[in-house]
């Protein structure tokens, strides 16, 4: 066979610094839709993004020709660089988690990634990490 074909979709997260409130309320869409355009720009196939002020959620198709690695590492570099040109003094953590999703959850995993705002009042971002580590096995 000649042809590659290769479906992976990925639902990353990862926090600020320390998991601390970094990300101004004000700019939070504004990074939203700018980490849309990076995964674009970039060759990911961007599905949702969403995310607080202390961490994002992004859900992704991952081509063939990168690695998961590449694309987390392009990711927070161009949206930390971007939220410095907006005068905010800004540090991710340095790990991320990545869970790969079956094409059968897209639809529910996309929801859950651009209802974050509604999710976290009732529930912190350790919370819900640690839940996501167990549901992964």
Do not use: C
Request: hydrophobic share 40%; no cysteine.
């Amino acid at each position: 066979m000649s042809h590659t074909y290769a479906l992976q979709f990925t639902h990353i997260v990862f926090s600020t610094k320390d998991r601390r409130n970094l990300i101004p309320a004000e700019l939070l869409p504004r990074l939203i839709a700018y980490v849309g355009g990076i995964n674009r720009k970039v060759g990911l196939d961007s599905i949702a993004v969403g995310g607080t002020p202390n961490h994002l959620h992004i859900l992704i198709g991952l081509p063939p020709t990168m690695r998961l690695a590449e694309a987390v590492q392009k990711l927070k570099a161009n949206s930390s660089r971007w939220l410095g040109e907006q005068n905010v003094i800004f540090e991710w953590q340095k790990g991320y988690g990545a869970f790969s999703v079956s094409p059968s959850m897209l639809r529910i995993v996309k929801t859950y990634v651009q209802r974050q705002e509604e999710h976290h009042r009732a529930r912190t971002f350790d919370d819900e990490f640690l839940a996501l580590l167990k549901k992964s096995g």
